[in-house]
């Protein structure tokens, strides 16, 4: 059976695993990024944790937050990461290794792990949203993932579903993750009451305990998601429409007004044969290794 590993590259670690192609981790390895970081010490970190794991594999798929270049394999720079810019990952593994490696943004390997190995496998094609501190997104067509030219595709977050709405962190107004993201939940919460919330799971907690200020937002969060993904459908016709990310911990509180919103709203056409659901939350490097066994090449 073939493996692949999958790197998951994050804020404060680089996590590595070897999966087998039914989707089945091996072996892990992880390292904490240095608080003091550069190119070249960012580079040697990341080879050295990916070291242990080697044997046997077909490819080396890594994942990150953008803005990346996916044709060149350059991380371009990283919000959350300070002190790296331009750092040349594909190249540099390639190199180290002598394996194909791909590299993709962590919204779009999440997308295509979901489609490969989670709740809706075998469709035709999905879109996937990942809920958590922002909206992410990514369309997987014939098990191959559209990225957009140049791999910054399917920003779905950063459509607008409220025209001169709440500023977003992209410095434009109305985008949907303005409304429904963690970042959305608790800035629309802190405009109406002065409380700062620490993470999503307090706003969710008010929700539960019938706060009506965090259910309005709430309510009007889903009416904007449930726009955003009504254009995106009749934009892409997916067979099935995916929800993944932290936020899906709580599902059970929106869940069924989001999809009730989204299929009163689609051509009917399209409601009929749409999928719509949780998906499977699998872990980042497992949606980085199926940019590996996606590769029909390798
Ligand atoms: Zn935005």
């Known amino acids: 059976m073939k493996q692949a590993i999958g790197v998951d590259i994050g804020g404060g670690s680089i996590r590595v695993s070897l999966f087998d192609e039914s989707g089945n981790e091996l072996k892990s390895n992880q390292s904490k990024t240095p608080d003091h970081l550069d190119n070249d010490s960012f580079l040697k970190t990341l080879t050295e944790t990916i070291r242990p794991l080697l044997k046997d594999n077909i490819g080396i798929g890594v994942g990150s937050p953008g803005p990346l ?21 594909k190249q540099t593994l390639e190199k180290e290794f002598l394996l194909p490696v791909f590299y993709e943004n962590d919204a779009n390997c999440a997308a295509l792990g979901e489609a490969y190995f989670g ?14 501190t922002g909206v992410g997104g990514g369309f997987v067509k014939h098990g191959v993932l559209y ?17 001169g709405g709440a500023l977003c962190g992209c410095g434009a107004r109305g985008c949907v993750e303005s409304y429904f993201s963690t970042r959305g939940f608790l800035n629309r919460y802190f405009e109406s009451t002065n409380t700062k919330l620490p993470h999503a799971e307090s706003f969710f907690e008010l929700v539960r ?30 067979e099935a429409v ?47 290794a199926s940019l590996v066994f996606a590769n029909k090449k390798v």
């Not at 932290?246 to 999928?275: C, V, W």
């Open 147 to 163: 990225t957009g030219y140049l791999g910054n595709g399917i920003e779905i977050g950063h459509t607008t579903s409220v025209i």
């Open 119 to 132: 709740s809706y496998k075998g469709c035709e094609s999905q879109l996937i949203l990942t809920l958590g």
């Open 209 to 238: 305990k019938e706060d009506q200020v965090a259910k309005e937002i709430l309510h009007f969060g889903t009416l904007a998601l449930a726009h955003a993904v009504r254009g995106a459908i009749h934009l892409l016709n997916p």
């Open 69 to 89: 270049n996916s044709e060149t394999g350059i991380l371009l720079t990283s919000a959350n990461m300070v002190g790296i810019e331009n750092v040349p990952i």
């Open 242 to 288: 995916v929800f993944v990310g932290g936020i899906t911990n709580s599902f059970d509180l929106f869940g069924e007004q989001l999809e009730k919103e989204i299929r009163s709203n689609i051509f009917p056409i399209l409601n009929e044969r749409l999928k719509l659901g949780k998906g499977r939350n699998l872990s980042g490097t497992l949606g980085a």
